[in-house]
């Protein structure tokens, strides 16, 4: 019989403890990567060496500001080109391709790769923000240590999953929104085994940062006040706003993508190509270059006028978009979140001006926006919605939260398919899974779908008896499988169809010589999940269901074709409208 389903057991202790570990690394790992980035940006725009996390938007290069980016481009084609293809783009969706198709196996020299050459594109401008190459490399990372071990793919892609969320709570101290991250975008999954030990991971990855860099939110903004009524309301019509325009901007960076592709040139000149767009928007505006972490919390805390947070929503969106459709190394988290909280920032200012009676705070519409827009794009909405909370430790702000990326993630839903997350890989043909909904089948017991009124044959019946009765062609003859018992009723095994028709059999021998290993069984009390687990581990269409108090006694059977029937309930819950209240009683 197959073995009861356990959420927990003994190895996942050791899976946690593998995680907490790769935590540990993770951090340091995100913390050398920052210093890189800092290394990077100081000798391409200061000539100075420092780790210090700058931005380049000091810089005095002129129009030589142009070159820097170009020559990150450069660079990281040829490593793409030379090291792996995979490290084009921003990490996520490849893990995603990782985890879906090959059992979570990321190649090892990926954990070097990504990072450096992320490192690279963003000190040298790249639009860009580092927690993406960052939490690739930690899902990588995490991949690798698996690989050493011996583990299954599920334990692999929970370790995966761990180092990802490890190494976004490094960056922004924010371990809920990535374990929720982890949860809606990796493990396509919600499971004691798997969320416990991302968990752990997030923590370990979460107090490095407290040691290494303080606890201080990651974008501090002034203290706002409980919503009204009329402000929620227009945080909402917000939310709406920026779903749709999140649509907007997940088109336009795969159509930039589309065209980079009718290029007449191979496509380890594109990130240079971007470059040149990226050092052009950069000169005009350089708070455009490099991670732009500090531009969130200026326009968080209201430190850029309306004209100049205009500006750089539309100008990091047009270096953002063609940086990273041009296949260079990069995040989407950071650009995003500017984007969408500069140009909540300016619509909360309009309403502040026009209809000052909503009562609406520029701050808390810039917040909202922000989340919200990750929201519409990535469909990662608790994830949108805590994020927002822990990066700014806000509480009042969560309930505005909770009901803009909600209308985004409504909106983004109903008019495009795919997300900026998937969008690419389904190109290549990877079905996402989008909603996650618990097993159908282990919410229904073997004894609430079985048949019970069972065909069976006695052992002691001779091949031609069974023949004979075979070809009366009765009702009770159409099975391709029959129970075979002794003289007392007890289970000796099953014979196929097949297998009575077998011509070089003597046609005096007996059913119960036909037998060729003990009956596959399930009791009444395992799950139909179960049950099909049982049936695809031995290759079998049918098993016998024993009695919960006497395991050699047959109550009935369980086929593929009853696991199917079992679905129609779940079908005609999700589709059949009906009304009870208020019906008028049918007379009989």
Known sequence: MPRQFRPLDLRVLWISFVAMLLGAVVSVVAKALTALIGLITNLSFYGRWSYDFSSPAGNHLGLWVIVVPVIGGLIVGVMARWGSRAIRGHGIPEAMEQVLLNESRIPPRITWLKPVSSAIAIGTGGPFGAEGPI?????????????????????????????????????????????????????????????????????????FRYVLEG????????????????????????????????????????????????????????????GVVVGVVGYFMPLTLGVGYSNISMVLSGQIGLGAMLALCLLKLLSWSVALGSGTSGGTLAPLFTIG???????????????????????????????????????????????????????????????????????????MRNTIMTEKIVRRGVRVPSDYAADYLDQIYVRDACSRNVVSLRGEQSIAEVRHWLASDGSKTKHQGFPVLDAHGQLLGVVTRRQLYDTTLAEDALVRSLIQRAPLVVREDHTLREAADHMVEWDVGRLIVASRDAPHRMVGIITRGDLLAAHARRLREARHVSRHLGRKPTAT
């Open 341 to 415: 909280g500069a140009m909540g920032g300016v619509m909360g200012m309009l309403l502040a001006s026009v209809a000052p009676w909503l009562q609406v705070d520029p701050h808390l519409a810039a917040l909202v926006c922000m989340a919200a827009i990750f929201a519409g794009a990535s469909r990662a909405f608790l994830t949108s919605v805590v994020f927002a909370f822990e990066t700014t430790q806000q509480p009042h702000g969560l309930l505005p939260l909770l009901g803009a990326c909600a209308a985004a993630y409504l909106i983004s839903g109903l008019l």
């Open 135 to 207: 939490i690739a490399t930690g899902g990588a990372l995490g991949s690798l240590i698996a690989q050493l071990m011996h583990v299954t793919a599920d334990e692999r892609k929970t370790l995966l999953a761990a180092g990802a969320a490890a190494g976004m709570a490094a960056v922004f101290s924010a371990p809920i929104s990535a374990v929720l991250l982890a949860i809606e975008l990796l493990l396509f999954e919600r499971r004691a085994r798997s969320l416990i030990p991302v968990a752990l991971g997030a923590t370990v990855g979460t107090g």
């Open 215 to 274: 606890n201080a939110p990651m974008f501090p903004m002034p203290e706002v006040g409980t919503p009204t009524l009329p402000a929620i309301a227009a945080y909402v019509v917000l939310g709406l706003i920026v779903g749709i325009l999140s649509v907007g901007i997940t088109r336009l960076t795969y159509a930039i993508e589309d065209h980079f592709e009718k290029l007449p040139v191979h496509w380890m000149w594109w990130p240079a190509l971007g």
